[in-house]
């Protein structure tokens, strides 16, 4: 924690740049989300094309300009080719999702139509400079005596790296997951008081620190989102 508070440091004051995959197309509040999940073993599915991809069930949405998108790398076999972007976190995340691990040739996708409308809910990310290894990011979630949150709805953090189509081998834009805390509690929460979680969270050595996004959301405890927030988004 005290890493975490110095990295961050007087963030409110110091805005940070948009990543290339971001700028101008930050997601309204009730945004539709899209959640692509496939294993460290198949290179193929990094560079598939988004037609290619089978979606989840007849008319599913396609993520669009508006859409909050979440690419996912579960753990593989040793010597998978996508391992050093895998975390053990999106092997939880499928389980959440009430689904089984997805195979060596197989992409899972997970669509909402739209966030829900939860009234007297505000929900921030924010973080401070990069510094050897670490990003400080911090969570700030108010609710109102309106807000009408499940029981058993948790907090989460992350370093999602922004990757626009035609880089790094894949033809689509991606926001891949590279570093995860959470479930953070929100048993604390009190209506009209700010709530916050403060992470110092390391970025795998495989990432480009300026295209590292903080991003916040708000999990039902059917692993549902509820709310989604990103850095340099309001």
């Known amino acids: 924690m005290p890493l975490a508070a110095a ?5 409110a004051g110091a805005a940070q740049p948009a990543p290339s995959g971001l700028r101008g197309a930050c997601p309204p ?7 692509r999940l496939f294993s460290a073993d198949c290179a193929d599915c990094w560079s598939a094309p988004a037609a290619q991809v089978a979606p989840v069930a007849p008319g ?4 669009g300009p508006g859409t909050w998108r979440f690419d996912w790398i579960t753990p593989g076999t040793d010597g998978a080719p996508l391992a050093a972007g895998a975390l053990p976190e999106a092997a939880d995340r499928v389980a959440r999702l009430g689904r089984a691990l997805p195979g060596a040739s197989q992409t899972l996708q997970h669509a909402q139509a739209a966030l829900p409308s939860l009234a007297g809910l505000r929900l921030k990310a924010s973080s401070g400079p990069a510094w050897q290894g670490y990003f400080g990011v911090q969570l700030t ?9 499940p029981a058993g ?3 989460w953090l992350a ?12 033809p689509i834009a991606r926001s891949l997951l590279r570093s995860v805390a959470g479930p953070l509690p ?3 929460l009190q209506p009209g008081k700010p709530m916050t979680h403060l ?3 390391r970025w795998p050595t495989s990432a480009e620190p300026t295209r590292l996004q903080a991003r916040a959301w708000i999990e039902g405890p059917d692993g549902r989102l509820l709310a989604v927030a990103a850095d340099a988004c309001r």
């Open 159 to 170: 370093l999602v790296e922004q990757v626009d189509a035609g880089s790094d081998g894949t």
């Open 29 to 35: 509040v009730q945004a539709a989300t899209m959640e």
């Open 199 to 201: 992470r110092a969270l």
């Open 7 to 11: 990295l961050v440091g007087n963030v």
């Open 153 to 155: 709805s948790t907090a």
């Open 141 to 149: 979630l108010q609710t109102s005596p309106r807000t009408a949150l």
């Open 60 to 63: 599913a949405a396609k993520p």
């Open 186 to 188: 929100l048993s604390t």
